[in-house]
Nanobody, 119 residues
Framework: QVQLVESGGGLVQPGGSLRLSCAASGRILNFSVMGWYRQAPGKQRESVATITNGGSTTYGDSVKGRFTITRDNAKNTVYLQMNSLKPDDTAVYYC?????????????WGQGTQVTVSS
């Protein structure tokens, strides 16, 4: 089994910043990719960013240039630095982990952390 524990969500004003963290534990040796998805009320879940254990990253179009994903392999932890936040970034953010492939499909998910961007 794999456990993902997220932290760092909260309320922030437009233009502000937040950093999310996600620590993975358990049987994670076969999973080289970690990432973040988000889901806003009434909308489908969307990919925000992914990172491989080698440091290769991908970003959703709506967050490019504002969000940065990093990871500490020694701590099995992934981070999402979110800058210049907008009200449209309001969502529940889910950490995930999975195997690399032509199309990344997460195998495990965290419980989610709420991010609210509002004045």
């Amino acid at each position: 089994q794999v456990q993902l524990v997220e932290s760092g969500g909260g309320l922030v004003q437009p233009g502000g910043s937040l950093r999310l963290s996600c620590a993975a534990s358990g049987r994670i040796l076969n999973f080289s990719v970690m990432g973040w998805y988000r889901q806003a009320p009434g909308k489908q879940r969307e990919s925000v960013a992914t990172i491989t254990n080698g440091g290769s990253t991908t970003y959703g179009d709506s967050v490019k240039g504002r969000f940065t994903i990093t990871r500490d392999n020694a701590k099995n932890t992934v981070y999402l630095q979110m800058n210049s936040l907008k009200p449209d970034d309001t969502a529940v953010y889910y950490c995930n982990i999975g195997a690399a492939g032509l199309v990344y499909r997460p195998s495990y998910w965290g419980q989610g952390t709420q991010v609210t961007v509002s004045s």
